[in-house]
């Protein structure tokens, strides 16, 4: 109930950042027809969507019921975020119940309820993949501590089933293996000695992890073409030629921080807001002696003796810090380099450890000081849900978002991103490449960066500067299909058929799902004169991609059909061209083939598009 309550002014917000891109504009997951192929496509929508690493097919088909449900109400989203965070908080109370004191677990689950630090998880709409995640995931560990010491098939095939929805939901679930070694570990005198019957009891919940593992690795290799997110953290790529850990150190101390004194949150933790060190100084050295400090009491407190249900052992500290070790590591940057520095939406899983080392403490320190630990957790239940009550709002909508990131970090280089498209938007050029060029200076010209602000640039046509920031991109990532597949617009919007078919086929190369770039090699090759090789291109485009409505492929008619003498059907496809969204560098290229094919101008066309017209068929 209580963690209903804190939310309850989160049912009122629409969509925000995010949400837009997965949800609103993902028209793709918005019907029962087109559905299935959302679910076995990348959880970014796009042709470009695998370049972002990501496929989430839980959360996917989620969302796509939710929107056809709903008529894409935000509401009923909301409503099931706020419903699924309560369920994962009851979880957490049901199987801290089965490690520890009842006391303690219930401390734990409260804290967990209201905690301000999983806002950004319920409150913006895309964070159900933390929150159905976080449910499956805490499921198959009740399933497994309830279960007998040696595991039969149809409870290990069960956790099998839950550990494929809950890695389907977000990939930090990978991490399910280690954390029921770790509730098995916590609960015995686990040696090395005994591995090998411990082996022998548990071997058929391991071998159920391991396939269904090894099926979603597969599949996430057949569709984005790796199995982990190929780009590193927004503007930290100096962590792939510096030490780590000076970075590393200073994020250990902010988890701390925002678990123990939760006021100051952010939407996001890029440079400028957590710098990319280049040495030691205050900041790391105190993030490390703090993350040695908490490391050494949770050596000490594992040697104190088991868990066991009912009882307030001391285990239980290091229990929970090993747990957030093991489940935060897909993001924590220690082993390889992942998408984020620091991300508030992903401690939502590891904070279960926290709040199980809170809960045991809170339960230790009543015994000498009942009243003063009574007062300290009231006191902090009651802040922590009255600033998640007053943080929910910051997810109401785009502008709700934009106005507390500017207002928390107006420095950061995401804030710089964010403000550069809103000025953009409003028609505010110069002050938006003002904010661009700040975003770049801080982020290092990453790729997602670059790409992004060249797609907004051409979207207000200005294609010069979206050209050197995407050549800019290519040559840096090559491995990449985004930079040239845009590129390849590009040229084709300026009637540069040579470079237009050659940067497309680097990005057909690269990711083959794409609807245009077909259809732009055939026009290229039409505008070329080479007539059969564009007649068998536009086939082949049509075959695979559909007869979609791209300026490209109609222009690729009106060319084969006046090589054909017809220049009705020429003039018929010059005029679908002209209904497609257009560009005034498109419409410039329309108006100008057609003069030099038919020579003829728009208000002369011999015939017009209809209906009934074959070239529409």
Known sequence: ???????????????????????????????????????????????????????RPTTQLLLGAQWIVSDGS??????????????????????????????????????????????????????????????????????????????????????????????????GAVTLPGILFLLDAARSRLGFGD??????????????????????????HDILGTIANPLGPLGADLLLEIPRIWTISEVWSHYVRLW??????????????????????????????????????SVLSWRRGPMNRGEPAARAAGFGVVWFMITLSPVSNTLF??????????????????????????????????????????????????????????????????????????????????????????????????SYRAAVDILDSHYQLMTDVAGTFMSHDLYGGAEGLLQYAWRNEPRFALAPGLLAEIYSEWGRPEEAERYSRVALAIESRDPLRPHIISWSLAAQGRWDEAAAARDFAVETQGALNYWQQWLTVAYLEANEGDSASAAAAFDSARL??????????????????????????????????????
């Open 1 to 55: 109930m209580l963690a209903s309550l804190v939310y309850l002014n989160s049912l009122g917000n629409d969509f925000a950042y995010d949400d837009h891109h997965i949800i609103t504009n993902n028209t793709a997951i918005q019907s029962m027809e087109t559905l299935p192929d959302a679910i076995v496509s990348p959880y970014w929508p796009g042709m470009f969507g695998k370049d972002l690493g990501l496929w």
């Open 74 to 171: 935000a509401m009923l989203f909301h409503t099931v975020n706020v419903l699924a965070h309560a369920g994962v908080s009851v979880l957490v109370l049901l199987l801290l119940a089965e490690l520890m004191s009842l006391p303690g677990a219930l401390v734990a689950g409260l804290i967990f309820a209201v905690h301000p630090l999983h806002v950004e998880a319920v409150a913006n709409v895309v964070g159900i993949s933390e929150l159905v995640s976080s449910g499956f995931f805490l499921a198959a560990c009740l399933v497994h501590v309830r279960g007998p010491s040696e595991s039969r098939w149809p409870r290990a095939i069960g956790i099998g089933l839950l550990y494929a929805l809950a890695f389907g939901a977000k990939e």
């Open 195 to 220: 591995l090998m019957s411990y082996m022998r009891d548990r071997w058929r919940v391991y071998a159920a992890l391991i396939v269904v593992a090894g099926a979603l690795l597969i599949a996430r």
């Open 260 to 297: 123990v004194f939760p006021l100051d949150l952010s939407a996001d933790y890029s440079p400028n807001v957590i710098p990319i060190s280049i040495g030691w100084h205050l900041a790391n050295l105190v993030g490390l002696v703090l993350a040695l400090l908490i490391l050494s009491m």
């Open 337 to 434: 380099v992942s998408g984020v520095l620091l991300a508030e939406r992903t401690l939502y899983l590891p904070s279960v450890g926290l709040a199980a080392a809170s809960g045991w403490l809170a339960v230790r320190m009543w015994r000498e000081r009942p009243r003063v630990v009574a007062t300290v957790l009231a006191a902090a239940i009651l802040m922590g849900s009255v600033r998640t009550w007053t943080r929910t709002p910051s997810w109401e909508n785009n502008q709700a978002w934009l106005n507390t990131l500017v207002s928390d970090y107006p420095y950061s280089g995401r804030s710089q991103w964010v403000l550069g498209d809103a000025f953009m938007e409003r028609g505010r050029t110069s002050e938006a490449l003002m």
């Open 580 to 617: 497609a969204d257009l560009s005034e560098a498109a419409r410039r290229v329309i108006d100008s083939t057609q003069v030099s094919l038919l020579g003829t101008p728009e208000a002369d066309s011999v015939a017009r598009s209809t209906p009934e017209n074959p070239v529409n068929r």
